[in-house]
């Protein structure tokens, strides 16, 4: 049972790194897990992954730690308290910027807002979202730099039209 369970100890820490985002709250979840793992080793099927059954343990406990977590909230003497904390600051600016840019983003021509979820949002690299979108690289580098430009021209306020005029030149 411990040659199972020892090399999955590092990734269970990690992960509940991740969930907990506190280095010894995550320590003492493995340790939790690992001691629900051993009072219960008879009763995991044996068809089943050592690893998947750990991952669920640890992922199931994190979940009831979180939710009594929120339902509790920290008991800290106030005096101790930074002011910082005694506040929440809003948060409504944000969403709103948010909302704003996803409406600016929405409104780019329909290959531009391809290009613009798929690299800028979705990191793809260039050669993955030409080949997803089945355009030569150069094609959606000219396109992210023309929905960039727009971008910024909107948020500037600047009026944005489909093409500027043409000039005639003699």
Known sequence: MISLVQPLIPALRRYARALLRDREDADDLVQDVLERAIARWAQRREAASVRAWLFTILHNLALDRLRQGKRRGTAEPIDTLPEGRLATPARQDAAIARDDILALVAALPEEQRTVMLL??????SYAEAALILDVPMGTVMSRLSR???RLRRMLAGESVGARPALRIVS
């Open 119 to 124: 690299v800028g949002v979705e990191e793809l």
């Open 147 to 149: 929905a960039r430009e």
